[in-house]
């Protein structure tokens, strides 16, 4: 069974830094898609952060670009999201989601973070990210 346990989250002020870690089990760490997706209060999801297996691609959003990273620890089976210069703006529930590449035609990081997440089959529980002084 495939399982997706997220940690990290946490209640920090406004130019802090968090780092998130999405673990997988019960499936093979290779030709996945992985996205980073939060939902902010009263906005629609918003996919931040991707990596493709297919091409080794990786996207940022623009919303927090330069200022997230994205990462994996393959020995690990986990993926992290490492947040700084953290602002209000940035609190929401944070989920990672992963899905099979070879599931989709168009296989590029960016095109997982656009709209590819919304059909991702497997989601995290999702961790709450709060930042506020």
């Known amino acids: 069974q495939l399982l997706l346990v997220e940690s990290g989250g946490g209640l920090v002020q406004p130019g802090s830094s968090l780092t998130l870690s999405c673990t997988l089990s019960g499936l093979a760490f290779e030709n996945l898609a992985i996205a980073w997706v939060r939902q902010a209060p009263g906005k629609e999801r918003e996919g931040v952060s991707c990596?493709?297996?297919?091409?080794?691609?990786?996207y940022t959003a623009d919303s927090v670009k330069g200022r997230f990273t994205i990462s994996r620890d393959s020995a690990k089976k986990t993926w992290y999201l490492q947040m700084k210069d953290l602002k209000p703006e940035d609190t929401g529930l944070y989920y990672c989601?992963?899905?099979?590449?070879?599931?989709?035609?168009?296989?590029?990081?960016?095109?997982?973070?656009?709209?590819?997440?919304?059909?991702?089959?497997?989601w995290g529980q999702g961790t709450q990210v709060t930042v506020s002084s």
């Open positions: 990596f493709s297996d297919s091409d080794s691609s990786e």
């Open positions: 989601a992963v899905d099979d590449i070879t599931r989709f035609r168009i296989r590029t990081a960016q095109v997982m973070c656009d709209y590819q997440y919304l059909s991702f089959g497997s």
